[in-house]
Antibody, heavy 119, light 107 residues
Framework: QVTLRESGPALVKPTQPLTLTCTFS??????????VNWIRQPPGKALEWLAL???????FYSTSLKTRLAISKNISKNQVVLTMTNMDPVDTATYYC???????????WGQGTTVTVSS | DIQLTQSPSLMSASVGDRVTITCRVS??????VAWYQQKPGKAPKLLIY???ALHSWVPSRFSGGGSGSEFTLTISSLQPEDFATYYC?????????FGQGTKLEIK
């Protein structure tokens, strides 16, 4: 059974960075075709795709946010880390860590972690 | 970025109705479109991938179709548990953009 769990601060001050950790089990991020994605959803709004790291350590980012995002993986710890710099109140959202298989959609979602940006 | 436009944004329907949600895309995405269902306070769940392939948990009243610039999600006979918000996503080109969502409400 594949599970993913997000962890990180619930509250971040404006201009500070956000670091989120996704800890997974039951999947190998060394298996061809497997990726871990970060998706966010502001309150009452739509899903927004943020970033992906795949089995081959390729990394892809949202166009509008790519200057602020960094994604990395630690295979030995079964973790993927997302860092977002210069947080703003508009970044207040639920952030999801999600397993993907290339072209076949995002098939296993974490429960999400809510991040509020406020002074 | 590839833009995905869902219509309608809000739909009211009754149990037993047949409903179709449309996702229009701004560029060619081959057949790499997926659909998700999200209920309030929950993470989305994958429904359909590669236009028409149903995920393992999905009942057969759900179907996906389309090609080119227009893709559809159809529910043949709405059940009470189907009232939710639905999103399409393209996985052909990075970034893997989502549509804005369609909220399906009980009439």
């Amino acid at each position: 059974q594949v599970t993913l769990r997000e962890s990180g601060p619930a509250l971040v001050k404006p201009t500070q960075p956000l670091t989120l950790t996704c800890t997974f089990s039951g999947l190998s991020l060394s298996t061809r075709g497997v990726s871990v994605n970060w998706i966010r959803q502001p309150p009452g709004k739509a899903l927004e795709w943020l970033a992906l790291v795949d089995w081959d350590d390729d990394k892809f980012y949202s166009t509008s946010l790519k200057t602020r995002l960094a994604i990395s993986k630690n295979i030995s710890k079964n973790q993927v880390v997302l860092t977002m710099t210069n947080m703003d109140p508009v970044d207040t959202a639920t952030y999801y860590c999600v397993k993907g298989t290339y072209y076949d959609g995002l098939d296993v979602w974490g429960q999400g972690t809510t991040v509020t940006v406020s002074s | 970025d590839i833009q995905l436009t869902q219509s309608p944004s809000l739909m009211s329907a009754s149990v037993g109705d047949r409903v179709t949600i449309t996702c229009r895309v701004s560029q060619d995405i081959s057949n790499y479109v997926a659909w998700y269902q999200q209920k309030p306070g929950k993470a989305p769940k994958l429904l359909i991938y590669r236009v028409s392939a149903l995920h393992s948990w999905v009942p057969s009243r759900f179907s996906g179709g389309g090609s080119g610039s227009e893709f559809t999600l159809t529910i043949s006979s709405l059940q009470p548990e189907d009232f939710a918000t639905y999103y399409c996503q393209q996985l052909n080109t990075f970034p893997h953009t989502f549509g804005q969502g369609t909220k399906l409400e009980i009439k």
